[in-house]
């Protein structure tokens, strides 16, 4: 069950807009797809899709427009928890469940650069190597194949509020200078050389 709700104040009326971390929940079903070794990236992991095809991926979408403020904060406490680059992560088809306390909310985790290297996907590995933690937060919205093997991703790019970099300009400047440099993977050599670009396999 989805668990760890972040809250921001939003609106003269102080209602309170809740982000759900899924704790891994949303994550599970896309293993295969992530990181599976049996097939090279390219045809597990897709982009360039249009997301207004499926209206699960064009309403998460506009959500995470509408949601940008308070998930850069998210990002940025995530940033500095685990002192690693990574990125927001969310599944287009997870829903947190009726009987939970925020029920029928996307739920987001974060990956990290490390966890990401294990996909062998340039994209994902390059979005988080190359993006300033301390101005941007990156969000990854992915929906799975009916089987289960292969994904459709969609990137987003969030600025940091001022207001934000400000309150915590000295952490990030610690967590920053403690960085290090990341290559990216990516090994196709050991695979087929099938390009065929196909999303319900």
Same mark, same amino acid.
């Given at each position: 069950?989805?668990a760890?709700?972040?809250?921001?104040?939003?609106?003269?009326?102080?209602?309170?807009?809740?982000?759900?971390?899924?704790?891994?929940?949303?994550?599970?079903p896309?293993?295969?797809?992530l990181?599976?070794?049996?097939r090279?990236?390219?045809?597990?992991?897709?982009?360039?899709?249009?997301? @207004?095809?499926?209206?699960?991926?064009?309403s998460? /979408?506009?959500w995470?427009?509408?949601?940008?403020?308070? /998930?850069?904060?998210?990002?940025?406490? #995530?940033?500095?928890?685990?002192?690693?680059?990574?990125a927001?992560?969310?599944?287009?088809?997870?829903?947190?469940?009726?009987?939970? =306390?925020?029920?029928?909310?996307?739920?987001?985790?974060?990956?990290?650069? @490390? @966890?990401?290297? #294990?996909?062998l996907?340039?994209? /994902?590995? @390059? =979005?988080?190597?190359?993006?300033?933690?301390?101005?941007?937060?990156?969000?990854f919205?992915?929906?799975? =194949?009916?089987?289960?093997?292969?994904?459709?991703?969609?990137?987003? #790019?969030?600025?940091?509020?001022?207001? /934000?970099?400000q309150?915590?300009?000295?952490?990030?400047l610690?967590?920053?200078e403690q960085?290090q440099?990341?290559?990216?993977?990516?090994?196709?050599?050991?695979?087929?050389?099938? =390009?065929a670009?196909?999303?319900?396999h």
């Amino acid at each position: 069950m989805a668990a760890g709700v972040h809250f921001q104040v939003g609106g003269s009326n102080g209602a309170a807009f809740p982000i759900i971390e899924s704790n891994g929940a949303a994550l599970d079903p896309a293993r295969t797809a992530l990181f599976s070794r049996s097939r090279p990236p390219k045809d597990r992991i897709h982009w360039g899709f249009n997301p @207004e095809k499926d209206p699960r991926v064009g309403s998460l /979408l506009r959500w995470v427009q509408a949601m940008s403020s308070t /998930l850069a904060a998210l990002g940025l406490q #995530k940033f500095l928890q685990t002192g690693q680059r990574g990125a927001l992560i969310t599944n287009a088809d997870y829903r947190t469940p009726a009987d939970s =306390s925020v029920p029928n909310q996307p739920a987001f985790d974060w990956v990290t650069v @490390e @966890e990401l290297h #294990k996909t062998l996907d340039r994209i /994902l590995q @390059e =979005s988080v190597v190359c993006y300033d933690p301390a101005s941007q937060v990156i969000v990854f919205v992915f929906l799975l =194949s009916k089987s289960g093997n292969s994904m459709a991703v969609w990137r987003r #790019k969030i600025t940091l509020q001022e207001t /934000l970099r400000q309150t915590h300009y000295n952490a990030l400047l610690s967590t920053k200078e403690q960085l290090q440099d990341y290559p990216v993977y990516v090994d196709e050599c050991v695979f087929s050389d099938s =390009s065929a670009r196909h999303f319900d396999h």
